[in-house]
């Protein structure tokens, strides 16, 4: 008899287990569906990096905007673009740009154009806690790296419940490393300048260009 009562037990907990998957699942598909039918992003975020073992905490602001796969980022002082064929790193203070080709199976961190999309391979998600944020309930979705040997220990995705919009990302490494990274601004179809995501080459002439590609 107890035997079977173990049996049923672990049936049901299989089975509510599937269905928190299948809920966290279409959660982020509503969000991956509405932010695509965009033409662009325009997001201000907050920007923490913490470990508490290295007494390391360091906090900024930044901003992204984001048209299909083409992006410019700017972070810490320094402006990464991707144009849709070279990733560009532009350091003003060390008067210093490289310039890499971009191999999509060569890079694992999460870009800012798969910010919405980057859960879709290689991750196991589950339902997490609801936060009430000033009126906001906030839904969040934990997913776990299908791999074992991954760098990144979970990230969880706070999503705002009524807009379908990601409020923020919270990803925790092995070693301890957490980033967190909070949405203050987030504007669409905005109107972006034609060349927002060219190189201009002839700006930067007193800038030494490293090429890695």
């Known amino acids: 008899m107890k035997k079977l009562v173990f049996i049923l037990a672990a049936i049901m907990s299989l089975n509510l287990n599937a269905q928190n998957s299948q809920k966290a699942e279409k959660l982020l598909n509503e969000v991956s569906f509405k932010v695509k039918n965009y033409d662009n992003m325009v997001i201000e975020f907050k920007y923490a990096l913490e470990n508490k073992a290295e007494n390391v905490s360091q906090e900024t602001r930044g901003d992204v905007s984001i048209k299909g796969e083409k992006y410019i980022l700017n972070l810490m002082g320094t402006t990464q673009m991707f144009d849709g064929k070279k990733i560009y790193t532009i350091i003003p ?7 890499s080709n971009y191999v ?9 154009s798969k910010m919405f999309s980057f859960y879709e391979d290689g991750y196991n998600y589950q339902m997490d806690i ?3 944020v000033k009126g906001r309930e906030i839904q969040y979705v934990k997913l776990t790296p299908k791999d074992s040997n991954a ?7 706070g999503i705002d419940s009524q807009t379908k919009h990601i409020y923020n990302l919270i990803q925790t490494q ?3 490393t957490k980033v967190t990274i909070t ?3 987030f504007k669409t179809d905005q109107p972006l ?17 490293n090429r890695l590609d």
Do not use: H, W
């Open 93 to 99: 203070e060390d008067e210093e740009i490289n310039i």
């Open 104 to 112: 999509e199976e060569d890079n694992n961190s999460i870009t800012p």
């Open 130 to 132: 609801t936060q009430d």
């Open 151 to 157: 760098e990144i220990k979970n990230i969880l995705l």
């Open 174 to 176: 092995e070693n301890g």
């Open 183 to 185: 949405v203050k601004s």
């Open 193 to 209: 300048a034609k060349n927002l995501f060219t190189f201009d080459e002839a700006r930067y002439s007193d800038y030494y260009i």
